[in-house]
T-cell receptor, first 118, second 115 residues
């Protein structure tokens, strides 16, 4: 059984550029969530994908977008990068249903992609 | 929206002592309260969780308590060891609308266990 893998592990971009981060979910998982973790803070929910559809979104602007593919892997895209977008981006997979019962959202996190925007 | 306050932000203890981290929340219908541990430079990992139909849960040296009426929950680590040194996050599941797809993390507590 493989865990959650993310790529790239580190990257540097400049303001205004666009970035795509990738995530392979754990074997058997059908749900992917993305979190942004700024330095010294807890992870903040960006959005979740369940079976290729967005299943919920946090308080992030539309320039944060995502995709989930038939194999349940996922991408996070961020357009028009700003300095404040510098953070660790964590992907987490889980086995869920659209109307999952409470406590079903047990996440397995990847190691993250460290984005620096200059 | 939902919010979770976590205290203290840093905690330093001697090896063998106990450590307690406390969290309070508001505006949430959450029924599930996990705790995640994140070692330096590593991914967050679930260490223990508790559901709202129980008040306490224990797993070896780790215990969690929940007071849903007062909206606070705590993590207790006994007989601390240097490998317990990490950032600990209390977490709420869900939002005020009743959806449970979202986890809301506290700001974290940096626990340092001194040998």
């Amino acid at each position: 059984e493989t865990g959650v893998t993310q790529s790239p592990t580190h990257l540097i971009k400049t303001r205004g550029q666009q970035v795509t981060l990738r995530c392979s979910s754990q074997s058997g998982h059908n749900t992917v969530s993305w979190y942004q973790q700024a330095l010294g803070q807890g992870p903040q929910f960006i959005f979740q994908y369940y079976r290729e559809e967005e299943n919920g979104r946090g308080n992030f602007p539309p320039r944060f977008s995502g995709l989930q593919f038939p194999n349940y892997s996922s991408e996070l895209n961020v357009n028009a990068l700003e300095l404040d977008d510098s953070a660790l981006y964590l992907c987490a997979s889980s086995l869920g249903r659209r109307r999952a019962r409470s406590g079903a959202n047990v996440l397995t996190f990847g190691a993250g992609s460290r984005l620096t925007v200059l | 929206g939902e919010n979770v306050e976590q205290h203290p932000s840093t905690l330093s203890v001697q090896e063998g002592d106990s450590a307690v981290i406390k969290c309070t929340y508001s505006d949430s219908a959450s029924n599930y309260f996990p705790w995640y541990k994140q070692e330096l430079g590593k991914r967050p990992q679930l260490i223990i969780d508790i559901r709202s139909n129980v008040g306490e849960k224990k797993d070896q040296r780790i215990a969690v308590t929940l007071n849903k009426t007062a909206k606070h929950f705590s993590l207790h680590i006994t007989e601390t060891q240097p490998e317990d040194s990490a950032v600990y996050f209390c977490v709420l599941e869900g939002d005020s609308g009743g959806s449970n797809y979202k986890l809301t993390f506290g700001k974290g507590t940096l626990l340092t266990v001194n040998p």
